[in-house]
Nanobody
């Protein structure tokens, strides 16, 4: 079983930056994809960014393109989300999602709050 653990959230002012980290512990062989989602109060969870481990294909939600960057350190089983030019609408709980073969594993989330 894989348990993703997020860190790096916090309070930041408009225009600021944060880097989120998510490390997978447990039986981490055969990770096929890693992604970040977010959920703002009263809204559904939405996709933010993701990458595949084979071919390293990356994709982003339109709302974060050009501002957020997803990357990974395969040796550390860690995926990162570098978030720049943060806006109040980026305020949400950010969740890490790690796909191991066909099984989806969610982290518990980390809060990101952007203040104006």
């Amino acid at each position: 079983q894989v348990q993703p653990v997020e860190s790096g959230g916090g309070l930041v002012q408009v225009g600021g930056s944060l880097r989120l980290s998510c490390t997978a512990s447990g039986t981490v062989s055969s990770i096929t994809a890693m992604a970040w989602y977010r959920q703002a109060p009263g809204r559904q969870r939405e996709f933010v960014a993701g990458l595949t481990t084979v071919g390293s294909s990356k994709n982003y939600a339109d709302s974060v393109k050009g501002r957020f960057t997803i990357s990974r350190d395969s040796a550390k089983n860690t995926v990162y989300l570098q978030m720049n030019s943060l806006q109040p609408e980026d305020t949400a709980v950010y969740y890490c999602n790690i796909l191991v073969l066909s099984k989806v594993n969610w982290g518990q989330g980390t809060q990101v709050t952007v203040s104006s």
